[in-house]
């Protein structure tokens, strides 16, 4: 009888290990072969319905300049535009809008984190809870939530500037002129 030495036998484990990690769970192998066949396409994004009301602009002393891009022919990906706002996600802005108005920024900003679940890839849902945040007094969070939002604004160049421009009030309001004046300068490029 031959006798197996050590360093044969972890050889002969690693090799059993890595075989049992090219095998799926139905036991197929999990390589696809290159080139040929036709590669799987990313889902489509989900279709929801168009909002009653425009995107609002935060900076009452300014409206925007620059005209509607126009609309793709085909339907715009996610790191073209975010996702257009259901109706129950139009219907917590109205109401965190409403409460904002009465001075109740922790209620609003309830309703707005139930929005951003509803919505998650909705900018004007980011820019929302930042205005919230601004009326709550906690400018750190807002900064953090305009950056999202911007993140999600897409080719929505409307929506954008008016990202930009909330950025730029809140930095300023933070003390970070230097960054305000960044934000602006994004703001006017669009």
């Keep these: 009888m031959k006798r197996v030495t050590l360093a044969q036998a972890v050889s002969f484990a690693i090799v ?9 769970p139905g036991g197929g192998s999990i390589y696809v072969p290159m080139g040929g066949g036709e ?38 990906n996610y790191r073209e535009a975010g996702d257009e706002l259901p109706a129950a996600a139009v219907a917590l802005i109205r109401d965190a809008d409403q409460r904002l108005r009465e001075g109740d920024s922790a209620g ?3 309703r707005l984190e ?13 820019f929302k809870l930042a205005e919230a945040y601004v009326a709550g007094d906690n400018l750190g969070a807002a900064e953090q939530f305009t950056l999202k939002g911007l993140s999600l604004a897409g080719n929505d160049y409307r929506m954008q ?16 002129v230097a960054g305000a004046d960044q934000a602006e300068d994004r703001a006017r490029a669009l």
């Excluded at 059993?16 to 799926?24: P, V």
């Excluded at 990202?163 to 930095?171: E, V």
């Design 108 to 110: 609003a900003i309830s």
């Design 16 to 24: 059993l290990s890595l075989a049992g990690c090219a095998a799926g």
């Design 161 to 176: 500037r008016s990202g930009w421009l909330l950025l730029a009030d809140i930095r300023r309001a933070r003390g970070n």
């Design 39 to 76: 590669q799987p396409k990313a889902p489509e994004p989900p279709k929801t319905s168009e909002p009653d009301s425009e995107p609002q602009v935060w900076r009452k002393s300014e409206q925007p300049a620059v005209s509607e891009p126009e609309k793709p022919a085909r339907s715009p």
């Design 114 to 126: 139930r929005a951003q679940r509803i919505a998650p890839r909705s900018a004007e849902v980011y």
